[in-house]
C-alpha cells in the first residue's frame, strides 16, 4: 500500500496562513500517482473535498477555498502541498490528504493519511 504523512497542521489567528504538506510512499513498491486531493472534516460534519490535483496539474477547488487556498505538488517527490491564506474559523477541521494511483504489479490504491488538525482561532 502506498503510506500518506501529513504535515503542518496547527493553531493560528483568523486571516493568518497555514502550509500543509504530504508526502507519500510505498516501501519496496513501485507506484504512480494520478490524483493527490486535500479534505476536510469538522466536528459533526462529513469529510468534505478541499482542493485536488491530477497529475496533468489541472486543478480543482471547493467554492469555499477558492481565491484563498492553492494546491500544488512536486510530482518528483511524491508530495502535495496545500497553502492556505486568509484563514476563517470555520476552517478550523481535520484535514487529510488523498491520493489515488496504481502500484506496479499490484493495481490501483486510494490511500488516505492520518490527519492533521487545523485550529483558527483568536
Known amino acids: 500500500q502506498v503510506q500518506l504523512v501529513e504535515s503542518g497542521g496547527g493553531l493560528v489567528q483568523p486571516g493568518g496562513s497555514l502550509r500543509l504538506s504530504c508526502a507519500a510512499s510505498a516501501s519496496g513498491s513501485i507506484f504512480s500517482i494520478h490524483y493527490m486531493g486535500w479534505y476536510r472534516q469538522a466536528p459533526g460534519k462529513q469529510r468534505e473535498l478541499v482542493a485536488g490535483?491530477?497529475?496533468?496539474?489541472?486543478?480543482d477547488y471547493a467554492d469555499s477555498a477558492k481565491g484563498r487556498f492553492t494546491i500544488s505538488r512536486n510530482n518528483a517527490k511524491n508530495m502535495v502541498y496545500l497553502q492556505m491564506n486568509s484563514l476563517k474559523p470555520e476552517d478550523t477541521a481535520v484535514y487529510y490528504c488523498?491520493?489515488?494511483?496504481?502500484?506496479?504489479?499490484?493495481?490501483?490504491?486510494?490511500?488516505w493519511g492520518q490527519g492533521t488538525q487545523v485550529t483558527v482561532s483568536s
Open positions: 490535483t491530477s497529475r496533468g496539474d489541472s486543478t
Open positions: 488523498n491520493a489515488k494511483g496504481s502500484i506496479l504489479l499490484k493495481g490501483n490504491f486510494d490511500s
